[in-house]
């Protein structure tokens, strides 16, 4: 059996630290702790419920850089989002 960790990429509040350092710290602690896979949301899913009540956007990382700045930090993990919205992306960009 295998067992992947959702990165922090959509919260209201990182406390003392800023969103880079909290989603490089969740996936080394994935790592450490043996995880299979860590994985990333696009902008349709919130995991906050204080931002669905209220109804903010707040701040969303994109997945796929997102992932891209892990891979030397966590060569051992998979990586993936768990949505990805293609037509969000400008292909001729």
Known sequence: MQFGAHLPTYWDDYGTSNVRIAVEEAAKAADALGYDSVWA??????????????????LIIE???????LVH???RLKLGTSVL??????VML
């Open 73 to 75: 930090l966590v060569p």
């Open 85 to 90: 919205i293609l037509s969000q992306r400008n």
């Open 41 to 58: 949301n696009d902008e349709v899913i919130s995991t906050s419920a204080s931002l669905a009540k209220s109804g903010a956007t707040g």
């Open 63 to 69: 997945p796929l850089i997102t992932l891209a700045t």
